[in-house]
């Protein structure tokens, strides 16, 4: 499984982004899709993450309500779009698929089995 993320850039607090996450390489509709984010010095933290079907997502209370997970199953793509940014989001955030049939620990990074390349976001004040 290849992922290709994309969408990052400069915007000021308070704008939005959609991020974009491409796949190849193997049935997109058969694994759950999620997006991480490693701030600048921290450890990389959960976003979001949304089920094969896109029927279940879950999102990380720091971006609850502002941040939203969705994919397109007939373009193998996931998307996250991210809004009333702020400067606390500036990350590299990368997409990561999970193959494994159970949801638990949805949250560490180790339960995903492939990872996109990262695509920086930076919030300016």
């Known amino acids: 499984v290849q992922l290709q993320a994309s969408g990052g850039g400069l915007v000021q607090a308070g704008g939005s982004l959609r991020l974009s996450c491409a796949t190849s390489?193997?049935?997109?509709?058969?694994?759950?899709m999620a997006w991480f984010r490693q701030p600048p010095g921290k450890e990389r933290e959960f976003v979001a993450r949304i089920s094969w079907s896109g029927g279940s997502t879950v999102v990380a209370d720091s971006v609850k309500c502002r941040f939203t997970i969705s994919r397109d199953n007939a373009k193998n793509t996931v998307y996250l779009q991210m809004d009333s940014l702020k400067p606390e989001d500036t990350a590299v955030y990368y997409c990561?698929?999970?193959?494994?049939?159970?949801?638990?620990?949805?949250?560490?990074?180790?339960?995903?089995?492939?990872w996109g390349q990262g695509t920086l976001v930076t919030v300016s004040s």
């Open positions: 390489g193997r049935t997109f509709s058969s694994y759950a």
């Open positions: 990561a698929a999970d193959l494994g049939v159970y949801s638990g620990n949805y949250y560490l990074p180790q339960k995903y089995d492939y």
